[in-house]
């Protein structure tokens, strides 16, 4: 058997521009550009779980506009430490870029996954080598902070803003899933499911797919949460209750959290990103947010670094809440 293929989250991943969520204008681009095999430099913005990602994957397949995947594609993660610097900019894109695409490709396409989370000295030196290889050259990129990438990076690109993929989609994503492996389940679990994981739509499907190897969906009310999604949740609470000048009820929601960042290894892009697409989230506290996020990186204790973040989130709005005369 193949193991990937036994894989829900791999078996049902979407593989067409029709199964992707997208605003009709986008849709319309994107077929265009499959359609002509032509593509412009792409920048893909948006809120973790929107579809950024499997858009790219398909514009890099048979499906889109790429036919050798293994010598015409170059999928990075430009989060990670080893490739997020200007020496690998230079030790290995510049130079997988200097061979032509192999046939019957016209380009090669740079993926960048998180790319605003490279550095200066990167997008500088990438600057170059966008505008050096662009008779046979693509660069993709998705982040979930525009503001991270420089505006002479920016004006290269052709931008698209991604939204969350909606909870109704997921709803029925998974319903799809369920009823093609012929599992029976009652739609409280699926829902229990969703409610309990979302956004975190791989999560879901493996959630799912452990829990019908009997045919039935058998959910368990204990499941765990992932820790990031309690330390969101803690967060949305503080901002409530300075919100409504319930201060008194905040120590032992920060405690909770302090608990968490000593004992867990926490997904820190994970949880930043899903606090400033939030619609419960002032802006305000938005502001802090994002000035952790970018710190993020580069700082020397990431849990230090966050818990900072909720203290100043907590010191803004008790500002704002004196500006504005709220008690």
């Known amino acids: 058997m193949n193991i990937v293929n036994s894989l829900w989250v791999e078996k049902y991943r979407p593989k067409k521009i029709d199964d992707l969520v997208l605003p009709e204008n986008y849709k319309k681009d994107f077929i265009i550009c499959i359609q002509k095999k032509e593509i412009g430099n792409l920048l893909l913005s948006g809120s973790p779980g929107s579809g950024k990602t499997a ?70 030196s990438l600057r170059n080598i966008i505008e050096k290889y662009s008779n046979h050259a693509r660069f993709i990129f998705t982040c979930n902070y525009i503001s991270k990438i420089p505006e002479a990076i920016h004006s290269r690109f052709q931008h698209y803003i991604f939204k969350q993929m909606p909870v109704e989609f997921v709803m029925d994503y998974c319903r799809k899933i369920l009823e093609s492996e012929n599992i029976k389940f009652d739609e409280k679990d699926l829902k229990f499911v969703i409610d309990s994981l979302y956004p975190d739509i791989r999560r879901i499907v493996n959630t799912l797919q452990s829990s019908s190897l009997s045919g039935n969906l058998i959910t368990n009310r204990n499941i765990s949460l992932p820790s990031e999604k309690t330390i969101i949740s803690n967060i949305v609470e503080i901002i409530s209750f300075v919100q409504s000048g319930q201060n008194h009820k905040i120590n032992n929601v920060i405690n909770n959290i302090v608990k968490l960042l000593g004992e867990q290894d926490l997904d820190y892009r994970a949880i930043y990103s899903d606090l400033f697409f939030r619609d419960k989230v002032p802006s305000t506290a938005k502001i802090i947010i994002n000035k952790f996020s970018n710190s993020h990186a580069d700082c020397l204790l990431p849990n230090m670094n966050f818990l900072s973040m909720v203290f100043e989130i907590i010191q803004i709005l008790e500002k704002y809440n004196q500006l504005t005369g709220k008690k």
């Open 55 to 124: 858009l790219t994957r398909i514009i890099c397949s048979n499906e889109g506009i790429i036919f050798n995947k293994q010598d015409n594609v170059l999928e990075i993660n430009g989060s990670a430490k080893e490739t997020r610097s200007i020496t690998y900019v230079n030790d290995v894109i510049e130079p997988y870029l200097k061979i032509p695409p192999a046939n019957p490709d016209k380009y090669k396409i740079v993926f960048i996954d998180e790319a605003d989370y490279l550095t200066d000295a990167s997008f500088s």
